[in-house]
Nanobody
Framework: QVQLAESGGGLVQAGGSLRLSCAAS????????MGWYRQAPGKQRELVAT???????NYTDSVKGRFTISRDNAKNTVALQMNSLTPEDTAAYYC?????????????????WGQGTQVTVSS
């Protein structure tokens, strides 16, 4: 079993910055992709940013140029630096670890989610 522990959410004024962090723990051989999703009230969960093990990134258009994802493969951690925040960024942010393999000899992969951390941006 794998657990994801998130930290760094909070309340910030528009134009401010926050940094989210997530650490995966448990029996982990490798993680194909780690990233962040968010869900605002009344809306579907959406991808914010992801990074594969080889460093390829994917951002949703609305955060490009403002958010930066980083990852430490050795520590199984992922972070999201969020700058120039706007009220539209207000949401619960969820860390995700996708394609998790527990052992080198198994090809079976699982996806895991964190509990979520709230980000609120006031105008």
């Amino acid at each position: 079993q794998v657990q994801l522990a998130e930290s760094g959410g909070g309340l910030v004024q528009a134009g401010g910055s926050l940094r989210l962090s997530c650490a995966a723990s448990g029996t982990i051989f490798s993680i194909r992709a780690m990233g962040w999703y968010r869900q605002a009230p009344g809306k579907q969960r959406e991808l914010v940013a992801t990074m594969t093990r080889d460093g390829s990134t994917n951002y949703t258009d609305s955060v490009k140029g403002r958010f930066t994802i980083s990852r430490d493969n050795a520590k199984n951690t992922v972070a999201l630096q969020m700058n120039s925040l706007t009220p539209e960024d207000t949401a619960a942010y969820y860390c995700a670890a996708k394609g998790v393999r527990s052992r080198s000899f198994t090809l079976r992969e699982y996806d895991y989610w964190g509990q979520g951390t709230q980000v609120t941006v006031s105008s």
